[in-house]
């Protein structure tokens, strides 16, 4: 895995060559450290031979996304003056899980092998480079099938699209891949330049939000540039295995008729709606038209844990950025590139919501939970409230520390909504016009932990505290 991660340095340092920016140096010397270690660890390692159990997956996921972001962040830690070694670190796992939180200003005047590698991260990191390495090494065999599924989002990815777990990561990265280059020609048609197009294509489809430049896309000003970010922000938020079900089936109908892409859809419609009238009746535009095209953006952004800006939302009234934080909660697929606890799972808690309130008047009723015309099963359903249980005393937890560090109440829990949902820009000191690089070394590796926790969806992570992990 570190070998292979060595070899995307390439593709920062190939615009680094082309342009002869001052950190070519900063990434050879990364490639090679990057390299060199891998080769030792595999070396070390190589006699130790037995099949992946369905715990080592857990273990190398988790290690994967710990220690891939530290080799990440060694051309940021040479190439960018002053930064601290948890600053890079911070902005590499920021990239590598897709948040968009950064803690960098002066985007401007970066070297722009520095802004790819952080937007290219966001590609990698979008889909998974795990799903990556089993697409790409069948070596690992039996384990692959452990690695997809501690690796990939949701409550029902047990289901295979294909025979071989392999062969759906590709169709997965294909997929992937063709609306990527989709994108890179939509925003270079749009009046990016060809490298903008490039690092916005890969934090577009990623979900991640890093951009090139401190205002974001307030730096274009451009209606057109925008309505390409929604378009392919929207169709990022929807599973690519419906995409890849769609493609196999030839037909577009899959993706109507599934209700999680219905609910994702409608939200986002209806929030568009009331918060472009409240914004008009509040008078923070002057007119109708201008308050749906910022709300069109902005609301897109945050429901699909994008976190780009066009404008200072957090100096709307207080609703109207909130209301965008929660919709980044829940709003996308599983499936999809983005955070947060998935659509899915909020559809088959309102439903268990609502049996429940039928119990109520009639205690006898057999009411099972059903979604798209199928009985939920009870072992989904006690995963499902178990994760809604550890995702609550999560975001209790790590606000508490935050608070208790220092931070105000409005700046401690947007930060750790932002970081758990992999959302980026929060409220207060790390809302849209600032960003994280005011926080304190503690409070950075707190909201550190919080992306890596939230972009393995908390249980993938957490189970390697248990006892029960680690017995025979």
Sequence with gaps: MVVLFSALMLVPLAFALAEDDPAKRAFITAILITLGAGVLMSLATRSFRRELQPRDGFVLVSLTWLFLPAFGALPLWLAVPGISATDAYFEAMSGFTATGATVLSGLD??????????????????????VLAVAILPMLGVGGAQLFRAETAGPLKDQKLTPRMADTARGLWTVYFVFSLACFFAYRWAGMSWPDAFMHMCTTMGLGGFSSHDASFGYWNSPLIEGVSVVFMMLAGVSFALYFAAWRQRSLKVLWQNIEVRAFYGVVIASVA????????????????????????????????????????????????????????????????????????????????????????????????????????PHVMQSVIAFMMIYGATLTGLTMVLLFSGLDVVTAFTAVVASVNNIGPGLGEVGPAVNFGGLSDFQTWVCTFAMLLGRLELLSLLVLFTPQFWRN
């Excluded at 092998?113 to 480079?129: D, H, K, P, Q």
């Design 109 to 130: 005047a970066l070297p722009l092998s520095v802004n790819v590698w952080r937007c290219f991260l966001m590609l990698v990191g979008g889909l998974g480079i795990i």
């Design 274 to 377: 009331l918060i472009s009238m409240y914004l008009t009746v509040n008078g923070v535009f002057p007119s109708f038209e201008e308050s749906f095209r910022h709300t069109v953006f902005h609301v897109v952004s945050l429901a699909t844990t994008t976190g780009y800006a066009a404008h200072d939302y957090a100096q709307w009234p207080v609703f109207a950025p909130l209301w965008m934080i929660l919709l980044g909660c829940f709003a996308t697929c599983a499936g999809s590139t983005g955070g947060g606890i998935k659509m899915v799972r909020m559809l088959l808690l309102l439903k268990q919501s609502q049996r429940e309130l039928v119990r109520i008047v009639h205690p006898n009723v057999v009411n099972p939970v059903v979604l798209a015309g199928n009985a939920v099963s």
